[in-house]
Protein backbone atom coordinates (compact mmCIF):
# COMPACT_ATOMS: atom_id res chain seq x y z
CA UNK A 1 0.00 0.00 0.00
CA UNK A 2 1.31 3.21 -0.68
CA UNK A 3 0.45 4.71 2.92
CA UNK A 4 2.90 3.81 5.90
CA UNK A 5 0.30 5.38 8.18
CA UNK A 6 -1.73 8.87 7.38
CA UNK A 7 -0.31 10.78 10.11
CA UNK A 8 2.78 10.44 8.01
CA UNK A 9 1.23 11.12 4.82
CA UNK A 10 -0.75 14.10 6.27
CA UNK A 11 2.67 15.19 6.96
CA UNK A 12 4.06 14.75 3.53
CA UNK A 13 1.00 15.78 1.58
CA UNK A 14 0.53 19.04 4.20
CA UNK A 15 4.06 19.83 3.55
CA UNK A 16 3.94 19.96 0.32
CA UNK A 17 0.81 22.05 0.03
CA UNK A 18 2.55 24.66 2.57
CA UNK A 19 5.07 25.24 0.63
CA UNK A 20 3.60 25.57 -2.60
CA UNK A 21 1.00 28.48 -0.53
CA UNK A 22 3.93 30.49 1.31
CA UNK A 23 6.99 30.57 -0.59
CA UNK A 24 7.78 33.95 -1.26
CA UNK A 25 10.83 33.35 -3.35
CA UNK A 26 12.13 30.76 -5.76
CA UNK A 27 16.03 29.83 -5.86
CA UNK A 28 16.70 30.57 -9.57
CA UNK A 29 18.05 28.16 -11.77
CA UNK A 30 18.82 27.58 -15.82
CA UNK A 31 15.15 26.76 -17.32
CA UNK A 32 15.88 23.39 -18.59
CA UNK A 33 15.16 22.64 -22.29
CA UNK A 34 10.96 22.17 -22.59
CA UNK A 35 9.77 19.00 -23.74
CA UNK A 36 6.03 17.90 -23.93
CA UNK A 37 5.56 16.64 -20.84
CA UNK A 38 7.12 19.64 -18.83
CA UNK A 39 4.76 21.66 -20.57
CA UNK A 40 2.16 19.66 -18.94
CA UNK A 41 3.79 19.65 -15.68
CA UNK A 42 4.40 23.11 -15.80
CA UNK A 43 0.70 24.34 -16.59
CA UNK A 44 -0.47 21.89 -14.15
CA UNK A 45 1.87 23.28 -11.20
CA UNK A 46 1.38 27.04 -12.58
CA UNK A 47 -2.82 26.88 -13.27
CA UNK A 48 -4.20 29.27 -10.85
CA UNK A 49 -8.52 29.51 -10.22
CA UNK A 50 -8.91 32.94 -11.85
CA UNK A 51 -7.93 30.82 -15.35
CA UNK A 52 -11.11 28.89 -15.10
CA UNK A 53 -13.44 31.04 -16.67
CA UNK A 54 -17.50 31.70 -16.16
CA UNK A 55 -18.41 28.75 -19.07
CA UNK A 56 -15.82 26.12 -18.05
CA UNK A 57 -16.70 26.60 -14.13
CA UNK A 58 -19.99 26.45 -15.08
CA UNK A 59 -20.18 23.39 -16.99
CA UNK A 60 -17.34 21.49 -14.62
CA UNK A 61 -20.23 21.47 -11.61
CA UNK A 62 -22.53 20.36 -13.77
CA UNK A 63 -19.91 17.12 -14.59
CA UNK A 64 -19.37 17.12 -10.81
CA UNK A 65 -23.17 16.94 -9.98
CA UNK A 66 -23.86 14.22 -12.57
CA UNK A 67 -20.86 12.39 -11.56
CA UNK A 68 -22.46 12.40 -8.04
CA UNK A 69 -25.74 11.36 -8.89
CA UNK A 70 -24.72 8.59 -11.25
CA UNK A 71 -22.39 7.16 -8.89
CA UNK A 72 -24.83 7.28 -5.79
CA UNK A 73 -27.67 5.59 -8.22
CA UNK A 74 -24.57 2.87 -9.13
CA UNK A 75 -24.04 2.35 -5.00
CA UNK A 76 -26.97 0.14 -5.51
CA UNK A 77 -25.41 -2.01 -8.13
CA UNK A 78 -24.50 -5.83 -7.59
CA UNK A 79 -20.89 -4.60 -8.99
CA UNK A 80 -20.15 -1.89 -6.66
CA UNK A 81 -21.41 -4.34 -3.70
CA UNK A 82 -18.07 -6.68 -5.02
CA UNK A 83 -16.17 -3.96 -4.99
CA UNK A 84 -16.81 -2.61 -1.87
CA UNK A 85 -16.93 -5.85 -0.07
CA UNK A 86 -13.41 -6.82 -1.59
CA UNK A 87 -12.15 -3.72 -0.31
CA UNK A 88 -13.54 -4.09 2.97
CA UNK A 89 -12.61 -7.40 3.55
CA UNK A 90 -8.62 -6.96 2.08
CA UNK A 91 -8.13 -3.81 3.48
CA UNK A 92 -8.93 -2.28 7.15
CA UNK A 93 -6.32 0.70 7.87
CA UNK A 94 -6.41 4.27 7.38
CA UNK A 95 -10.12 4.25 6.82
CA UNK A 96 -11.11 7.90 6.60
CA UNK A 97 -12.48 8.38 3.36
CA UNK A 98 -15.92 8.21 2.57
CA UNK A 99 -18.20 6.01 0.52
CA UNK A 100 -20.49 6.76 -1.87
CA UNK A 101 -24.45 6.00 -0.95
CA UNK A 102 -22.75 4.36 2.48
CA UNK A 103 -23.00 7.10 5.37
CA UNK A 104 -21.05 6.42 8.35
CA UNK A 105 -18.52 3.65 6.26
CA UNK A 106 -14.59 4.89 5.65
CA UNK A 107 -12.49 3.24 3.36
CA UNK A 108 -8.67 4.37 3.06
CA UNK A 109 -8.25 7.12 0.46
CA UNK A 110 -7.45 5.25 -2.56
CA UNK A 111 -9.60 2.32 -1.84
CA UNK A 112 -13.02 4.81 -1.57
CA UNK A 113 -11.34 6.64 -5.16
CA UNK A 114 -11.50 2.92 -6.74
CA UNK A 115 -14.80 1.38 -5.04
CA UNK A 116 -16.76 5.48 -6.09
CA UNK A 117 -15.42 5.01 -9.33
CA UNK A 118 -16.55 1.56 -9.70
CA UNK A 119 -19.70 3.09 -8.54
CA UNK A 120 -20.02 5.67 -11.16
CA UNK A 121 -19.94 3.53 -14.25
CA UNK A 122 -21.56 0.70 -13.07
CA UNK A 123 -24.39 1.40 -14.97
CA UNK A 124 -22.90 3.12 -18.00
CA UNK A 125 -24.39 6.10 -16.73
CA UNK A 126 -21.30 8.43 -16.64
CA UNK A 127 -20.75 11.42 -18.73
CA UNK A 128 -18.92 11.29 -22.23
CA UNK A 129 -16.86 13.67 -23.71
CA UNK A 130 -14.89 14.11 -27.31
CA UNK A 131 -12.76 12.41 -28.22
CA UNK A 132 -14.40 9.35 -26.68
CA UNK A 133 -13.48 9.23 -23.35
CA UNK A 134 -15.56 9.10 -19.37
CA UNK A 135 -13.67 12.31 -17.82
CA UNK A 136 -15.33 12.74 -14.65
CA UNK A 137 -15.62 9.56 -13.07
CA UNK A 138 -11.59 8.57 -13.55
CA UNK A 139 -11.07 12.42 -11.38
CA UNK A 140 -13.77 13.30 -8.77
CA UNK A 141 -13.15 10.30 -6.84
CA UNK A 142 -9.84 11.08 -6.30
CA UNK A 143 -10.47 14.40 -5.55
CA UNK A 144 -13.45 13.79 -3.07
CA UNK A 145 -10.87 10.95 -0.95
CA UNK A 146 -7.84 13.56 -1.54
CA UNK A 147 -9.63 16.34 0.59
CA UNK A 148 -10.70 14.41 3.43
CA UNK A 149 -7.21 12.61 3.70
CA UNK A 150 -5.07 16.14 3.83
CA UNK A 151 -5.35 17.74 8.05
CA UNK A 152 -7.38 20.18 9.01
CA UNK A 153 -4.65 23.06 8.69
CA UNK A 154 -4.37 22.02 4.79
CA UNK A 155 -7.80 21.28 3.23
CA UNK A 156 -8.26 22.53 0.02
CA UNK A 157 -10.93 25.10 -0.19
CA UNK A 158 -13.87 24.65 -2.80
CA UNK A 159 -12.00 27.16 -5.72
CA UNK A 160 -8.77 24.50 -5.13
CA UNK A 161 -11.42 21.84 -5.57
CA UNK A 162 -12.62 22.48 -8.79
CA UNK A 163 -9.34 23.94 -10.33
CA UNK A 164 -7.77 20.57 -10.16
CA UNK A 165 -11.21 18.84 -10.99
CA UNK A 166 -10.59 20.98 -14.25
CA UNK A 167 -6.77 20.55 -14.45
CA UNK A 168 -7.69 16.58 -14.90
CA UNK A 169 -10.45 17.24 -17.37
CA UNK A 170 -7.55 19.25 -19.58
CA UNK A 171 -5.21 16.45 -19.14
CA UNK A 172 -7.30 13.86 -20.63
CA UNK A 173 -8.88 16.37 -23.58
CA UNK A 174 -5.38 17.14 -24.62
CA UNK A 175 -3.79 13.51 -24.31
CA UNK A 176 -6.37 12.26 -26.59
CA UNK A 177 -5.84 15.72 -29.24
CA UNK A 178 -2.82 13.83 -29.91
CA UNK A 179 -3.87 11.00 -31.65
CA UNK A 180 -6.52 10.93 -34.85
CA UNK A 181 -7.28 7.18 -33.60
CA UNK A 182 -8.82 8.37 -30.31
CA UNK A 183 -11.87 10.77 -31.93
CA UNK A 184 -13.48 7.65 -33.01
CA UNK A 185 -15.37 4.98 -30.79
CA UNK A 186 -12.27 2.58 -29.46
CA UNK A 187 -11.53 -0.84 -30.49
CA UNK A 188 -8.17 -1.47 -28.23
CA UNK A 189 -8.07 0.58 -25.03
CA UNK A 190 -10.95 1.67 -23.46
CA UNK A 191 -10.16 5.23 -22.91
CA UNK A 192 -10.37 6.31 -19.83
CA UNK A 193 -8.59 3.55 -18.24
CA UNK A 194 -5.42 5.14 -20.30
CA UNK A 195 -6.13 8.75 -20.17
CA UNK A 196 -8.53 9.08 -16.78
CA UNK A 197 -5.19 7.47 -15.16
CA UNK A 198 -3.59 10.70 -16.40
CA UNK A 199 -6.16 12.92 -15.32
CA UNK A 200 -6.51 11.71 -12.24
CA UNK A 201 -2.79 11.78 -11.47
CA UNK A 202 -2.61 15.76 -13.12
CA UNK A 203 -5.66 16.50 -10.58
CA UNK A 204 -4.34 15.11 -7.18
CA UNK A 205 -1.16 16.50 -7.75
CA UNK A 206 -2.69 19.64 -8.51
CA UNK A 207 -4.66 19.24 -5.27
CA UNK A 208 -1.56 18.27 -3.32
CA UNK A 209 0.43 20.79 -4.71
CA UNK A 210 3.09 18.83 -5.96
CA UNK A 211 5.97 20.87 -7.42
CA UNK A 212 6.42 20.94 -11.42
CA UNK A 213 9.10 18.31 -10.95
CA UNK A 214 6.98 16.33 -9.05
CA UNK A 215 3.69 16.58 -11.44
CA UNK A 216 5.90 15.09 -14.17
CA UNK A 217 7.07 12.18 -12.39
CA UNK A 218 3.08 11.87 -10.87
CA UNK A 219 2.28 11.24 -15.10
CA UNK A 220 5.21 8.78 -15.71
CA UNK A 221 4.20 6.82 -13.03
CA UNK A 222 0.60 6.74 -14.34
CA UNK A 223 1.67 5.56 -17.76
CA UNK A 224 2.88 2.63 -15.80
CA UNK A 225 -0.07 2.10 -14.56
CA UNK A 226 -2.19 2.71 -17.20
CA UNK A 227 -4.65 0.41 -19.69
CA UNK A 228 -7.63 -1.93 -19.78
CA UNK A 229 -8.66 -3.57 -22.79
CA UNK A 230 -12.00 -2.99 -24.56
CA UNK A 231 -12.97 -6.83 -24.90
CA UNK A 232 -14.35 -6.02 -21.11
CA UNK A 233 -16.52 -3.72 -22.21
CA UNK A 234 -19.96 -5.22 -21.92
CA UNK A 235 -19.19 -7.05 -18.59
CA UNK A 236 -18.88 -6.68 -14.88
CA UNK A 237 -15.23 -5.81 -15.35
CA UNK A 238 -15.85 -2.81 -17.18
CA UNK A 239 -16.46 -0.40 -14.26
CA UNK A 240 -13.16 -1.29 -12.95
CA UNK A 241 -11.64 0.49 -15.76
CA UNK A 242 -12.86 3.59 -14.63
CA UNK A 243 -12.31 2.63 -10.40
CA UNK A 244 -8.22 1.82 -11.02
CA UNK A 245 -8.05 4.50 -13.24
CA UNK A 246 -9.08 7.07 -10.62
CA UNK A 247 -7.19 4.80 -7.91
CA UNK A 248 -3.93 4.47 -9.55
CA UNK A 249 -3.73 8.20 -11.24
CA UNK A 250 -4.20 9.24 -6.96
CA UNK A 251 -1.62 6.38 -5.97
CA UNK A 252 0.77 7.91 -9.08
CA UNK A 253 0.79 11.66 -7.33
CA UNK A 254 1.25 10.18 -4.13
CA UNK A 255 4.09 8.33 -4.91
CA UNK A 256 5.83 11.02 -6.60
CA UNK A 257 4.82 13.05 -3.38
CA UNK A 258 6.70 10.74 -1.36
CA UNK A 259 9.95 11.09 -4.32
CA UNK A 260 9.65 8.45 -6.48
CA UNK A 261 10.79 9.32 -10.27
CA UNK A 262 9.87 8.09 -13.32
CA UNK A 263 10.94 8.93 -16.94
CA UNK A 264 10.25 13.00 -17.22
CA UNK A 265 9.39 12.86 -21.19
CA UNK A 266 6.67 10.02 -20.83
CA UNK A 267 4.90 11.78 -22.93
CA UNK A 268 6.95 13.09 -25.84
CA UNK A 269 6.93 11.02 -28.35
CA UNK A 270 11.11 9.68 -28.84
CA UNK A 271 11.60 7.16 -31.30
CA UNK A 272 13.05 3.63 -30.01
CA UNK A 273 11.19 4.16 -26.88
CA UNK A 274 7.40 4.22 -26.84
CA UNK A 275 5.60 6.33 -23.72
CA UNK A 276 2.70 7.32 -23.81
CA UNK A 277 2.77 6.55 -27.13
CA UNK A 278 2.09 2.80 -26.63
CA UNK A 279 -1.59 3.22 -26.27
CA UNK A 280 -1.86 4.67 -29.79
CA UNK A 281 -1.10 4.08 -33.40
CA UNK A 282 -0.65 7.41 -34.45
CA UNK A 283 0.34 9.61 -32.22
CA UNK A 284 1.44 13.53 -32.49
CA UNK A 285 1.81 14.97 -29.14
CA UNK A 286 2.01 18.49 -28.48
CA UNK A 287 3.14 20.99 -26.02
CA UNK A 288 0.77 22.45 -23.61
CA UNK A 289 0.33 26.00 -23.70
CA UNK A 290 0.98 28.23 -19.74
CA UNK A 291 -2.31 28.89 -17.97
CA UNK A 292 -3.26 32.59 -19.26
CA UNK A 293 -4.60 34.75 -22.00
CA UNK A 294 -3.76 32.69 -24.33
CA UNK A 295 -4.76 29.32 -23.37
CA UNK A 296 -8.49 28.69 -23.31
CA UNK A 297 -9.64 25.12 -21.66
CA UNK A 298 -10.62 22.28 -23.99
CA UNK A 299 -14.17 22.64 -21.84
CA UNK A 300 -14.63 26.59 -22.48
CA UNK A 301 -15.10 25.02 -26.75
CA UNK A 302 -15.93 21.38 -26.40
CA UNK A 303 -19.10 20.53 -24.13
CA UNK A 304 -19.86 17.23 -22.57
CA UNK A 305 -22.75 14.94 -23.06
CA UNK A 306 -24.70 13.70 -20.52
CA UNK A 307 -26.64 10.67 -21.14
CA UNK A 308 -30.73 10.48 -20.25
CA UNK A 309 -30.55 6.40 -19.52
CA UNK A 310 -27.86 3.88 -18.46
CA UNK A 311 -26.52 2.68 -21.29
CA UNK A 312 -23.44 2.85 -23.93
CA UNK A 313 -23.95 6.71 -25.63
CA UNK A 314 -23.63 4.95 -28.97
CA UNK A 315 -27.46 3.89 -27.47
CA UNK A 316 -29.00 7.38 -27.49
CA UNK A 317 -29.07 7.74 -31.15
CA UNK A 318 -31.06 4.61 -32.11
CA UNK A 319 -33.10 5.53 -29.22
CA UNK A 320 -34.26 8.27 -30.30
CA UNK A 321 -34.45 7.61 -33.98
CA UNK A 322 -36.70 4.41 -32.78
CA UNK A 323 -38.99 6.64 -30.84
CA UNK A 324 -39.56 8.90 -33.63
CA UNK A 325 -40.44 6.15 -36.21
CA UNK A 326 -42.82 4.52 -33.26
CA UNK A 327 -44.48 8.03 -33.31
CA UNK A 328 -45.32 7.76 -36.90
CA UNK A 329 -46.18 4.16 -36.65
CA UNK A 330 -49.08 5.08 -33.88
CA UNK A 331 -50.27 7.87 -36.25
CA UNK A 332 -50.06 5.14 -39.04
CA UNK A 333 -51.92 1.91 -37.42
CA UNK A 334 -53.62 3.93 -34.36
CA UNK A 335 -51.45 2.09 -31.95
CA UNK A 336 -47.80 0.14 -31.45
CA UNK A 337 -48.85 -3.48 -33.06
CA UNK A 338 -45.49 -5.49 -33.43
CA UNK A 339 -47.61 -7.82 -35.76
CA UNK A 340 -47.24 -5.52 -38.56
CA UNK A 341 -43.49 -5.15 -38.36
CA UNK A 342 -41.72 -7.26 -41.34
CA UNK A 343 -38.42 -6.25 -40.63
CA UNK A 344 -36.59 -3.59 -38.16
CA UNK A 345 -33.37 -2.00 -40.23
CA UNK A 346 -30.80 -0.34 -38.16
CA UNK A 347 -27.86 1.92 -39.65
CA UNK A 348 -25.64 2.56 -37.72
CA UNK A 349 -21.59 2.73 -37.34
CA UNK A 350 -19.43 -0.46 -37.51
CA UNK A 351 -18.39 -1.03 -33.65
CA UNK A 352 -18.05 -4.36 -32.56
CA UNK A 353 -18.82 -4.29 -28.86
CA UNK A 354 -22.15 -2.65 -29.59
CA UNK A 355 -23.53 -4.69 -32.04
CA UNK A 356 -25.35 -7.40 -29.83
CA UNK A 357 -28.22 -8.85 -31.85
CA UNK A 358 -29.72 -10.96 -28.83
CA UNK A 359 -27.71 -9.74 -25.12
CA UNK A 360 -28.17 -12.57 -22.03
CA UNK A 361 -27.10 -9.73 -19.56
CA UNK A 362 -27.29 -5.98 -17.93
CA UNK A 363 -24.53 -5.35 -19.33
CA UNK A 364 -24.33 -6.94 -22.54
CA UNK A 365 -28.03 -4.68 -22.91
CA UNK A 366 -26.28 -1.82 -22.49
CA UNK A 367 -23.89 -1.84 -25.09
CA UNK A 368 -26.40 -3.16 -27.70
CA UNK A 369 -27.90 -1.15 -30.59
CA UNK A 370 -30.46 -3.50 -31.15
CA UNK A 371 -31.76 -4.25 -27.64
CA UNK A 372 -31.84 -0.46 -26.83
CA UNK A 373 -33.59 0.73 -29.94
CA UNK A 374 -36.28 -2.39 -29.88
CA UNK A 375 -36.96 -1.26 -26.22
CA UNK A 376 -37.52 2.24 -27.46
CA UNK A 377 -40.32 0.78 -29.99
CA UNK A 378 -41.76 -1.40 -27.52
CA UNK A 379 -41.78 0.52 -24.46
CA UNK A 380 -41.79 3.74 -25.87
CA UNK A 381 -39.01 4.70 -23.67
CA UNK A 382 -35.45 3.51 -22.14
CA UNK A 383 -34.81 3.76 -18.31
CA UNK A 384 -33.43 2.13 -15.36
CA UNK A 385 -36.15 -0.58 -15.52
CA UNK A 386 -35.68 -1.48 -18.97
CA UNK A 387 -32.29 -3.52 -18.04
CA UNK A 388 -33.86 -5.81 -15.32
CA UNK A 389 -33.45 -9.50 -16.20
CA UNK A 390 -37.18 -9.40 -16.74
CA UNK A 391 -37.35 -6.79 -19.08
CA UNK A 392 -34.21 -8.47 -20.82
CA UNK A 393 -35.87 -11.72 -21.37
CA UNK A 394 -39.32 -10.57 -22.12
CA UNK A 395 -40.77 -12.77 -25.57
CA UNK A 396 -42.86 -9.88 -26.98
CA UNK A 397 -38.70 -8.23 -26.97
CA UNK A 398 -37.12 -11.43 -28.50
CA UNK A 399 -39.63 -11.92 -30.95
CA UNK A 400 -38.52 -7.66 -32.37
CA UNK A 401 -34.89 -8.71 -32.00
CA UNK A 402 -35.96 -11.66 -34.47
CA UNK A 403 -36.68 -8.38 -36.90
CA UNK A 404 -33.69 -6.38 -36.96
CA UNK A 405 -31.47 -6.11 -39.40
CA UNK A 406 -28.23 -3.86 -38.98
CA UNK A 407 -27.07 -1.97 -42.03
CA UNK A 408 -23.57 0.26 -41.78
CA UNK A 409 -23.70 3.12 -44.33
CA UNK A 410 -20.06 4.45 -45.43
CA UNK A 411 -21.16 7.95 -43.95
CA UNK A 412 -22.26 6.87 -40.97
CA UNK A 413 -18.36 6.69 -38.93
CA UNK A 414 -17.88 5.71 -35.74
CA UNK A 415 -16.99 8.94 -34.30
CA UNK A 416 -19.75 10.72 -31.21
CA UNK A 417 -19.30 13.76 -33.68
CA UNK A 418 -20.48 12.48 -36.38
CA UNK A 419 -22.56 9.45 -36.37
CA UNK A 420 -26.46 9.04 -36.58
CA UNK A 421 -29.07 6.17 -35.72
CA UNK A 422 -31.93 5.16 -38.06
CA UNK A 423 -34.54 2.97 -37.04
CA UNK A 424 -36.67 2.15 -40.76
CA UNK A 425 -40.04 -0.26 -39.99
CA UNK A 426 -40.61 -2.18 -43.12
CA UNK A 427 -44.23 -3.38 -42.84
CA UNK A 428 -46.20 -6.20 -44.00
CA UNK A 429 -48.75 -3.77 -46.01
CA UNK A 430 -45.44 -2.83 -48.33
CA UNK A 431 -45.11 0.30 -46.31
CA UNK A 432 -41.96 1.62 -44.60
CA UNK A 433 -41.33 4.28 -42.06
CA UNK A 434 -38.05 5.83 -40.83
CA UNK A 435 -37.38 7.69 -38.45
CA UNK A 436 -33.26 9.83 -37.94
CA UNK A 437 -31.45 11.06 -34.99
CA UNK A 438 -28.15 13.39 -35.54
CA UNK A 439 -27.92 14.67 -32.58
CA UNK A 440 -30.16 13.41 -29.55
CA UNK A 441 -30.95 15.98 -26.41
CA UNK A 442 -28.02 15.51 -24.02
CA UNK A 443 -25.36 15.52 -26.84
CA UNK A 444 -22.73 18.51 -26.85
CA UNK A 445 -24.87 20.13 -29.72
CA UNK A 446 -28.08 19.86 -27.85
CA UNK A 447 -26.93 19.98 -24.07
CA UNK A 448 -29.61 19.03 -21.20
CA UNK A 449 -31.28 22.45 -20.05
CA UNK A 450 -30.77 22.84 -15.95
CA UNK A 451 -33.98 21.60 -15.37
CA UNK A 452 -33.36 18.00 -17.15
CA UNK A 453 -29.85 17.40 -15.08
CA UNK A 454 -31.10 18.14 -11.96
CA UNK A 455 -34.42 15.93 -12.56
CA UNK A 456 -31.57 13.22 -13.34
CA UNK A 457 -29.67 14.02 -10.48
CA UNK A 458 -32.68 13.78 -7.85
CA UNK A 459 -33.87 10.87 -9.66
CA UNK A 460 -30.51 9.30 -9.12
CA UNK A 461 -29.29 10.25 -5.46
CA UNK A 462 -33.24 9.64 -4.29
CA UNK A 463 -32.65 6.13 -4.21
CA UNK A 464 -29.80 6.40 -1.91
CA UNK A 465 -30.80 9.53 0.04
CA UNK A 466 -34.11 11.62 1.48
CA UNK A 467 -34.93 14.59 -0.40
CA UNK A 468 -33.44 17.28 2.25
CA UNK A 469 -30.10 15.83 1.76
CA UNK A 470 -30.22 15.56 -2.25
CA UNK A 471 -31.23 19.39 -1.81
CA UNK A 472 -28.60 19.75 0.23
CA UNK A 473 -25.50 18.78 -2.13
CA UNK A 474 -27.11 20.18 -5.04
CA UNK A 475 -26.74 23.82 -3.20
CA UNK A 476 -23.59 22.42 -2.43
CA UNK A 477 -22.09 21.79 -5.98
CA UNK A 478 -23.36 25.07 -6.86
CA UNK A 479 -21.92 26.86 -4.49
CA UNK A 480 -18.33 25.40 -4.81
CA UNK A 481 -16.12 28.42 -5.23
CA UNK A 482 -17.33 29.90 -1.71
CA UNK A 483 -16.78 26.49 -0.01
CA UNK A 484 -13.64 26.95 2.76
CA UNK A 485 -13.00 22.98 3.42
CA UNK A 486 -14.28 20.97 -0.39
CA UNK A 487 -13.67 17.89 2.14
CA UNK A 488 -17.38 18.72 2.77
CA UNK A 489 -18.77 17.94 -0.06
CA UNK A 490 -17.26 14.37 0.24
CA UNK A 491 -18.39 13.68 3.49
CA UNK A 492 -21.94 14.80 2.46
CA UNK A 493 -22.32 11.53 0.43
Sequence with gaps: MVYLTLQKSQKILASSRQVHKTAAHVVARSAPEETVTSSFASFIHAVRPEHLTKTVRYRSKRMILDSIGVGLMGSTTPVFDIALQYCRELYSSVAVSSVYGRPGMKLSPTLAAFTNGVATHSMDFDDTWHPATHP???VLPALLAASQMLPPSTKPNGLDFLLAFNVGLEVQGRLMHFSTEAHNIPKRFHPPSVVGTMGSAAATAKLLSLSMTQCAHALGIAASLAG??????????????????????????LLAARGMEANPVILDDIPGCSGFSAFYSVYHPKPLSAPGDHHEFLLEKQDIAFKRFPAHLGMHWVVDAALSVRNLFINYAGSFSPSLIRTIVLKIPVSKYINRPFPSSEHQARHSFQFNACTALLDGEVGLSSFTESSIHRQELRELLDKVVVEHPEDNVANFDKMYGEVALLLHSGDVLTGKCDTFYGHWRKPLSRESLLKKFRSNASHVFPEEKVETIITMVDNLENMSDSSQLACSL
Design 228 to 253: APMANAATQAKPLHIGNATRLGFEAA
Design 136 to 138: SGA
